[in-house]
């Protein structure tokens, strides 16, 4: 299909562009940006007065939870409501039932997603054995499947010397490790950031500590092994400092952070609400503003949705008890807005944290808008105002904190490999 997308603000920090222009679509492919090609005829035409249009968002590690927890979320739903977060990319974490360590899950993952209106899926593999962090995986095979990354997500490998083999075979192979730094010991019992609040209201908490401590025994294998890696979700000041310290040293190191902790901290959870309960948690409003200014410094690479999607009951429990994760897609743009609204970070500065850096991170052919790229095209309206509620969230999992909240900022298109797979409009 020829798709034009006119008099929308471009904003492609990959290729410098930032201007009032057309960008003209011909099959997968971007074939022109302001001029149109010649013989070129729309078979459909957007109009993007007012609006952002800039390369479609890369998220690097969504809980998609099929196969095997289907009742909190299907691919389907999911990738549904990636796109009408901006996402043409979603790179899928291992941690369903069964495990993604085969090949055989990985093509099963592929068949479900393969006719979905929605985002690209892309499959991150098992770094070990069933997560089990005790005998490691077949990084070779998932890699000739397509696996783009590695990972046990956030199941500890005590065992010191399994992650630095496992991270000795990965680099191997050339392939990228996602870890989550946090010590198994100091964070074993915690359910929220150790401090003031924690103490007030009696839940076990976490110290930034377990953050530090993890990340330090990583870089300081990385280093041992020379793999390349990604961290996830960075959430406390301190680790964004020993990051910076390692890329001194030259160590091929990462990271992110989380929508929800840019925004939310421990004081939130006065009220023992079971919907504020993420891994790692929320932080001290000093880490939150440190992370902020990460970002703003691309000492922090990326901004990720951090998506975990939950049935109803996982989250209807005491605090302590209820299942941690926040389903990220559907407020992503707009919690995103509001940072470049609170002068946090500039509009091209969080292009380049939600597309460009994700696909350089992990070597994926997306987050440019350059003549010849793959026609993966996000449109948003800045100004559109519209309120959480479960009749206006994709996703299958309501489990936000920011529910019932009036949100500005809306994605209008979403183009995927030149098909458009989401139109408000429609």
Not at 98 to 125: F, M, N, S, Y
Not at 157 to 182: F, K, M, Q
Request: neutral net charge.
């Amino acid at each position: 299909m020829k798709i034009r997308i006119r008099g929308g603000r471009v904003i492609d920090p990959a290729n410098g562009v930032d201007a009032e222009t057309d960008v003209y679509i011909d099959g997968e492919r971007i074939v022109a940006l302001g001029r149109k090609p010649p013989r070129f005829t729309a078979a459909r035409d957007i109009d993007a007065g007012g609006r952002i249009v800039c390369p479609g968002f890369v998220d690097l590690a969504a809980h998609l939870r099929e196969p095997g927890y289907e009742h909190k979320a299907t691919i389907a739903s999911e990738l549904g409501a990636a796109a009408a977060g901006g996402f043409t990319t979603v790179c899928c974490t291992p941690d369903t039932a069964p495990v993604v360590d085969t090949p055989a899950v990985v093509e099963l993952i592929h068949q479900r997603a393969r006719g979905v209106r929605g985002a690209r899926v892309r499959c991150i593999g098992a770094l070990t054995h069933g997560l089990g962090g005790e005998v490691l995986a077949e990084m070779q095979a998932l890699k000739n499947i397509g696996c783009v990354a590695v990972s046990n997500v956030g199941r500890p490998i005590r065992d010191t010397n399994v992650l630095r083999n496992a991270l000795a075979y990965a680099s191997t192979l050339g392939l990228t490790v996602l870890l989550e730094a946090e010590d198994p010991w100091l964070g074993a019992r915690g359910v929220m950031h150790e401090g003031a609040t924690s103490t007030r209201i009696g839940l076990a908490g976490i110290p930034a500590a377990a953050e530090t401590i993890g990340l330090a025994r990583d870089l300081v294998l990385l280093g041992e092994t020379g793999a390349r890696a990604h961290f996830r979700t960075l959430s406390c000041a301190q680790a964004v400092s020993y990051l910076r310290d390692a890329r001194k040293r030259g160590l091929h190191v990462s990271a992110d952070v989380g929508i929800a902790h840019l925004h939310l901290v421990d004081e939130d959870i006065a009220n023992h609400d079971a919907h504020y309960h993420v891994r790692p948690p929320l932080r001290s409003t000093r880490d939150r503003d440190a992370l902020r200014r990460a970002l703003a410094r691309r000492q922090l690479d990326a901004l990720t949705a951090h998506h975990q999607p939950h049935d109803a009951d996982a989250k209807a429990g005491p605090f302590g008890a209820s299942a941690p994760g926040i389903s990220g897609f559907d407020t992503f743009l707009p919690l995103a807005l509001e940072l470049v609204e609170a002068g946090a970070i500039e509009l091209a500065a969080l292009v380049d944290a939600c597309a460009v850096a994700p696909a350089r991170i992990l070597d994926l052919p997306a987050g440019t808008l350059g003549l010849g790229a793959v026609a993966d095209v996000c449109v948003f309206d800045p100004a559109a105002c519209w309120t959480a509620s479960p009749a206006t969230l994709l996703s299958q999992g309501h489990n936000t904190p920011f529910m019932g909240r009036e949100l500005r900022g809306r994605v209008t298109h979403t183009i995927v490999g030149g098909r458009l797979v989401h139109a408000l409009d429609d």
